[in-house]
């Protein structure tokens, strides 16, 4: 089966495709990749790289096509809106040339925001002669809303309409949570909708235990935040709850990781004295595994939103691989996987008081009922968000796409 995958975030920067697309290649499919020039998160393009550049490149055995776009540059909406139109237009334009020799049975979308970046996958299809599949991981125009991108409800509607055009001009729609299924149904028409969750990163698979961790941990109880420190994350609600528990010297919050409010973070726990909060700063996935086992706990917040609440952040699987207790501080479907999987406690979005109670009742319990929500967390993770299981998956459902026989082990819903 020849896959071609679409997806403007690609190695080497770090976003879950990459790991997807070298399982599928391991199963025996063969994959091309079609990206743009990297420039995530940074927002400028590193070297070895050009951002005009139109150029095939061979890696780890990968055939990778990248199409010039316009950097994200850094904290500017326009420029974040060029980067955005500027893949669009290339794959459009300079992706039939570049895959002019290449036969393609199925072309699969990873779609993070925007969604519109499926249109010129919609062109390429009908090029090609092949099926197409969108993994969708946001909901549109829902998520603009939600991050209050846009508010005015014209825009939205017309955003709506093009979105209904996209899910139905797709042989399948993926979608990375359960609550996306039903949003997703009622704009898809005839298109199939099937639930398949992100996998889990391959370093929480088999973690490399003998090498030294570049972070060591402070003796007391650490709960330890991994990840983007942006706005949805509602780290202001975390240092809320790090203000309630100040007097309180055996716990500390660790947050590893850069964002948009990084800056803003270390500022509000200088005025605020937070003696108790650490920024050790971003380090690379192959750490991960190292720092996040040092955990007396980890933590997940989001934003209370109803766009959020249907969502599954990426670290809830990373948490549950790493097998430490869980603090889960947000609403809806991620509250509702760590429950389910009886890896830890979880409370209210955006309530400080709350998230504060729920690190002190973890702090108390017994080190056995801690072990029991680790061990419940990484039995989880193996039945259901697993690379490798996940992977075996995704390239049955592609094969049931191509021959036109959906006939796979997930749950399929039409609309």
């Given amino acids: 089966m020849k896959i071609l995958v679409?997806?403007?975030?690609?190695?080497?920067?770090?976003?879950?495709?990459?790991?997807?697309?070298?399982?599928?290649?391991?199963?025996?499919?063969?994959?091309?990749?079609?990206?743009?020039?990297?420039?995530?998160?940074?927002?400028?393009?590193?070297?070895?790289?050009?951002?005009?550049?139109?150029c095939?490149?061979?890696?780890?055995?990968?055939?990778?096509?990248?199409?010039?776009?316009?950097?994200?540059?850094?904290?500017?909406?326009?420029?974040?809106?060029?980067?955005?139109?500027?893949?669009?237009?290339?794959?459009?334009?300079?992706?039939?040339?570049?895959?002019?020799?290449?036969?393609?049975?199925?072309?699969?979308?990873?779609?993070?925001?925007?969604?519109l970046q499926v249109i010129p996958a919609v062109w390429l299809k009908w090029i090609k002669g092949a099926r197409l599949v969108t993994w969708v991981q946001d909901l549109w125009p829902e998520s603009l809303s939600a991050t209050g991108f846009v508010r005015d409800k014209k825009i939205l509607g017309a955003v709506a309409a093009v979105v209904r055009w996209i899910y139905r001009r797709n042989d399948l729609l993926l979608v990375q949570s359960q609550a996306f299924v039903e949003p997703v149904v009622r704009m898809a028409g005839r298109t199939a909708v099937a639930y398949h969750p992100n996998p889990g990163e391959l370093a929480f698979s088999k973690p490399d235990t003998d090498s030294a961790c570049p972070l060591q941990l402070e003796p007391g109880f650490n709960v330890v935040f991994a990840g983007n420190l942006g706005t949805v994350q509602a780290l202001d609600t975390v240092l809320a709850a790090a203000l309630l528990l100040c007097?309180?010297?055996?716990?500390?919050?660790?947050?590893?990781?850069?964002?948009?409010?990084?800056?803003?973070?270390?500022?509000?726990?200088?005025?605020?004295?937070?003696?108790?909060?650490?920024?050790?700063?971003?380090?690379?996935?192959?750490?991960m595994p190292g720092i996040l086992a040092q955990a007396s706990a980890v933590l997940v917040s989001l934003v209370r939103d109803p766009i959020m609440s249907q969502t599954v952040p990426s670290k809830v699987q990373a948490y549950l691989a790493a097998g430490r207790p869980i603090i889960a501080s947000l609403d809806g479907e991620g509250a509702r996987v760590v429950m389910e999987a009886g890896a830890g406690i979880a409370c209210p979005a955006q309530d400080a008081?709350?998230?504060?109670?729920?690190?002190?009742?973890?702090?108390?319990?017994?080190?056995?009922?801690?072990?029991?929500?680790?061990?419940?967390?990484?039995?989880?993770?193996?039945?259901?968000?697993?690379?490798?299981?996940?992977?075996?998956?995704?390239?049955?459902?592609?094969?049931?796409?191509?021959?036109?026989?959906?006939?796979?082990?997930?749950?399929?819903?039409?609309?």
């Fill in 6 to 54: 679409l997806s403007q975030y690609f190695w080497p920067e770090t976003f879950r495709i990459t790991e997807v697309v070298q399982s599928l290649r391991d199963l025996g499919c063969e994959v091309t990749v079609l990206t743009g020039q990297p420039n995530y998160p940074e927002g400028v393009v590193p070297p070895g790289y050009s951002a005009a550049s139109l």
């Fill in 56 to 115: 095939t490149q061979i890696h780890d055995g990968l055939t990778i096509h990248r199409v010039p776009l316009v950097p994200r540059g850094r904290g500017s909406a326009l420029r974040l809106g060029l980067n955005y139109l500027s893949f669009i237009a290339s794959v459009a334009v300079f992706g039939p040339w570049l895959l002019r020799s290449h036969r393609v049975d199925v072309i699969l979308v990873y779609a993070p925001s925007p969604i």
């Fill in 247 to 287: 007097h309180e010297p055996d716990v500390r919050f660790v947050l590893v990781g850069s964002g948009s409010r990084s800056e803003w973070l270390q500022q509000e726990v200088r005025r605020l004295g937070l003696d108790n909060v650490r920024m050790p700063g971003r380090f690379p996935l192959s750490d």
């Fill in 353 to 415: 008081q709350a998230l504060a109670a729920a690190v002190r009742r973890l702090r108390d319990a017994s080190p056995q009922e801690r072990q029991r929500m680790a061990r419940c967390g990484r039995f989880y993770y193996e039945q259901h968000f697993e690379p490798k299981l996940l992977a075996g998956r995704l390239a049955q459902i592609l094969s049931g796409v191509v021959s036109g026989e959906l006939t796979v082990n997930t749950e399929i819903k039409n609309g």
